[in-house]
């Protein structure tokens, strides 16, 4: 039966404010159930509410205070978007997100929970994939370069001000420019260390100059940052992001699900490292325009941490990504606790809103709910009251219609996900990691030839050249003492054996000897390999050891 068609036979029952809601939710083509309206007080099983699929490309946000049910919200469109063919992403920060890969548990709850809302429910689990930045946890590692990830984004998990951020772009375009490829952190380091040294410092000085305050703070920050474990997710194999597009045989999405729980305490750089894949597929996509059906919806969760602290330059790569990566086809949903906690550029940008309740204990979360609800259509709903009233998987809702325009806002009971709610034991996660084709191709790290391997490389001989310079130098100098020595001891020999007259002549003969032209070109030679052999052999120095 057709949502039109439901909502024609709903409207002989429906109160007037509800049937005029429910027609706004009227789709002809694919569309994701999300669950039934919800009046009164009561529920309207016949009045369902869904989002079509087309527009899953306009981004959404999906809130509400913590234990609201915002993450069963997560699993129910993601299963629902793999059913449709589409590819999903997830995040998973707490670690119960894994369960989607497995058949719910019936149960009274969930029964009745689809009774309420008219949904037909079976247990089913979905096909997924699991990441974890570097291996840290479990899942197939997934790692970036340095290069791909590039001076913003990496600056803002180093936390550095303006003018640093700015003097590590100048680092990269100086590694780019000498084909020093950045890698892993231990390459950024060398490069950096290779500016200020003597031999490095001229590098720069055409276009700007590196202070040692600068590289310094660049070093102890890369450092500290090494220090929490990132180490593992700078280096190789890079991760092509073009593996979260997939499909299973069976033509359903793949879900793939980054296990961030062994990281959940570093914030800043899992945020930002889910920024880094937004911002390649970006890169690497085409311009499609729209379509049925998006190819990839990414969930941000705890999406206030992406913005926290974030620089200027940092912002508007994020806003510039949002508004322009849906003409590629991708879709975005950000997850957080409220709509304030996504800066106004790209909470713009959001056309599909599912808001869970929230709390009013303090004058700031008053504060918070009247600006809530002032994002929203006008609406025959009093919402500072109704979100402070909604149950757990309770949610206002509106979304864009197949048209583009936004639907009426609606109250609404969500539907219980078909997947187990909750973590997938560690064993069976542990053997689907393993057993993944893309297994064998990133579990093993490599490290080859890069920006460190060939900084040490060219010191290494530049030391070498160095070692052999003073070499010379000292043989040289100790081949010209030899000369001296010989000289005098030739005098004193003659002094001694035919008294002064003859010591007179001998230092004559002597003088004659050193001013001769052979004797010249004979010190010339001194310094050179031919000339130490032959003095050496006329004066009776000791070879040198090698």
């Not at 994701?32 to 981004?59: S, Y």
């Not at 449709?84 to 998973?92: E, K, N, Q, R, S």
């Not at 709850?109 to 930045?133: I, K, S, T």
């Not at 231990?186 to 001229?202: N, W």
């Amino acid at each position: 039966m057709s949502d039109s068609e439901n909502t024609a036979e709903s409207a002989g029952v429906l109160p007037e404010p509800a049937r005029e809601i429910a027609a706004g939710y009227a789709v002809s083509g694919p569309a994701l159930g999300l669950g039934a309206l919800l009046w009164d007080g009561i529920c309207l099983p016949d009045a369902q509410i869904r989002i079509p699929l087309a527009m899953l490309n306009r981004h959404g946000l999906v809130a509400g205070a913590t234990g609201t049910g915002k993450t069963k919200t997560l699993q129910l469109i993601a299963e629902q978007l793999s059913a449709g063919g589409v590819p999903v992403f997830l995040a998973d920060i707490k670690g119960d997100v894994s369960g989607i890969a497995a058949p719910g548990a019936p149960g009274d709850r969930v029964a009745e929970r689809a009774g309420q809302v008219g949904q037909v429910w079976e247990a089913e689990g979905f096909p997924c994939e699991f990441y974890a930045l570097g291996g840290i946890g479990p899942g197939i590692p997934l790692r970036a370069t340095v290069t791909s990830f590039g001076p913003v984004l990496l600056s803002k998990v180093l936390e550095l001000n303006q003018t640093q951020e700015q003097s590590l772009g100048l680092i990269f375009h100086y590694a780019d420019s000498k084909g020093l490829e950045l890698i892993d952190l231990k390459d950024l380091r060398a490069v950096v260390a290779f500016l200020v040294s003597d031999t490095g410092k001229a590098e720069l000085k055409g276009i700007g100059g590196l202070s040692t305050a600068t590289a310094g703070v660049i070093l102890r920050s890369v450092t500290a940052f090494e220090q929490q474990g990132a180490g593992d997710f700078f280096g190789e194999p890079e991760f092509d992001t073009a593996e979260l597009l997939r499909r299973a045989p069976d033509g359903r999405g793949l879900v793939s699900v980054l296990e961030l729980a062994a990281v959940q305490d570093k914030p800043r750089l899992f945020s930002t490292f889910l920024m880094w894949l937004l911002a390649d597929l970006f890169h690497d996509l085409p311009e499609v325009g729209d379509l049925e059906k998006p190819k990839l919806v990414f969930f941000f969760d705890e999406a206030h941490l992406l913005f926290d602290g974030a620089s200027k330059a940092f912002l508007e790569s994020i806003t510039r990504t949002v508004r322009l990566i849906r003409s590629k086809g991708v879709g975005i949903f950000f997850v957080t606790q409220t709509p304030r906690d996504v800066p106004a550029e790209v909470l713009a940008q959001l056309g599909n809103r599912v808001q869970h309740a929230l709390r009013a204990f303090t004058p700031d979360d008053a504060k918070a709910l009247r600006s809530t609800a002032r994002t929203f259509p006008r609406s025959p709903y009093d919402l500072e009251e109704l979100l402070t009233r909604l149950g757990i998987g309770e949610a206002v809702i509106t979304v864009l219609s197949e048209n583009g325009a936004p639907t009426p806002v609606a109250a609404t009971r969500l539907r219980a996900p078909r997947s187990l709610m909750g973590p997938w034991p560690a064993a069976e996660l542990e053997a689907a990691v393993k057993g993944s084709s893309l297994y064998g191709r990133y579990a093993q790290a490599v490290d080859r030839e890069s920006a460190y391997e060939k900084l040490s490389a060219g010191q290494e001989a530049e030391a070498e050249a160095e070692a052999a310079k003073a070499a010379a130098r000292a043989a040289e100098a100790a081949d010209r003492a030899a000369v001296e020595e010989a000289v005098r001891g030739e005098g004193a020999r003659g002094a001694g054996k035919a008294g002064g007259a003859a010591a007179e002549e001998d230092a004559s003969l002597v003088e004659q000897v050193v001013a001769s032209g052979m004797f010249r070109s004979l010190a010339r030679s001194v310094g050179t390999q031919l000339g130490r052999e032959i003095s050496r052999s006329l004066f009776g120095t000791a070879r040198r050891r090698r």
